[in-house]
């Protein structure tokens, strides 16, 4: 029978991850912590349950009102390692702890083997009377996006180019500063370490005439 001790309660804290080099193998500190349930305790044992194991199985014991373990675990990426926790006197065991678990890393991201895809639903709104919001649709394996502008003048007929790199992941973009009474065309490509993938189609937009009154 488990009597006499109480419950503790299990908690778990992630450390430093550390790969090997052109291994699958990954390794991973972690520290267990837990609450001193017991005033009768004469230590606490400590049970785990790896990927390759049918159950929980013994792996330490420690003395009585210590709240912490610290230990490194090894696997393959992604691999779930469980912990429990009980305390223990001469007369019994307490039953055990909730369990915590610790998933170790997935594996690196490979490198792109090809340019990304064109951004899709690239379009533009007014946000204020001088400023425009450029939004897209985020695309896989971008590291990054390059927006082209194009002003157009309607009293002298010029076009204006302007390039604007920005950050991975990012789909939206507002251009502020904007002169009143011209027309703004914007396109977006995605870029990454191997190329640029096409341009969208532009988008255009008008600002609003000068206020007079």
């Given at each position: 029978?488990?009597?006499?001790l109480?419950?503790?309660c299990?908690?778990i804290?992630?450390g430093?991850v550390?790969?090997a080099?052109?291994s699958?193998?990954?390794?991973?500190?972690?520290?267990?912590t837990?609450?001193d349930?017991?005033?009768n305790?004469?230590?606490?044992?400590?049970?785990?349950?790896s990927p390759?194991a049918?159950?929980?199985?013994?792996?330490?014991?420690?003395?009585?009102?210590?709240?912490?373990?610290?230990?490194?675990?090894s696997?393959?990426?992604?691999d779930m390692?469980?912990?429990r926790v009980f305390?223990?006197?001469?007369?019994?065991?307490?039953?055990?702890?909730?369990?915590?678990?610790?998933?170790?890393?997935?594996?690196?991201?490979l490198?792109?083997?090809?340019?990304?895809?064109?951004p899709?639903?690239l379009?533009?709104?007014f946000?204020?009377?001088?400023?425009?919001?450029?939004?897209?649709?985020?695309?896989?394996d971008?590291?990054?996006?390059?927006l082209e502008?194009?002003l157009?003048?309607?009293?002298?007929m010029?076009?204006?180019?302007?390039?604007?790199?920005?950050?991975?992941d990012?789909?939206s973009?507002?251009?502020?500063?904007?002169?009143?009474?011209h027309?703004y065309?914007?396109r977006?490509a995605a870029?990454?370490?191997?190329?640029?993938?096409?341009?969208?189609?532009?988008?255009?937009?008008?600002?609003?005439?000068q206020?007079?009154?």
């Amino acid at each position: 029978m488990k009597i006499f001790l109480c419950v503790p309660c299990i908690f778990i804290l992630c450390g430093i991850v550390a790969t090997a080099a052109f291994s699958a193998q990954v390794q991973s500190s972690a520290t267990l912590t837990w609450r001193d349930n017991s005033n009768n305790e004469e230590g606490f044992g400590i049970e785990m349950l790896s990927p390759a194991a049918p159950d929980f199985t013994g792996i330490d014991t420690v003395g009585p009102n210590i709240t912490q373990y610290k230990l490194t675990l090894s696997g393959d990426y992604g691999d779930m390692f469980c912990f429990r926790v009980f305390a223990f006197n001469a007369a019994a065991d307490s039953f055990d702890s909730n369990i915590a678990c610790k998933t170790l890393p997935e594996g690196p991201s490979l490198p792109a083997l090809s340019a990304p895809s064109t951004p899709s639903g690239l379009h533009s709104t007014f946000v204020s009377t001088g400023s425009i919001g450029v939004a897209w649709e985020d695309v896989p394996d971008e590291t990054q996006y390059f927006l082209e502008r194009r002003l157009i003048n309607p009293m002298a007929m010029d076009i204006t180019e302007m390039g604007i790199v920005l950050a991975a992941d990012q789909t939206s973009f507002t251009d502020q500063d904007l002169k009143r009474s011209h027309t703004y065309c914007y396109r977006i490509a995605a870029a990454n370490n191997v190329g640029l993938s096409p341009f969208t189609e532009s988008v255009c937009i008008e600002t609003p005439p000068q206020d007079n009154s």
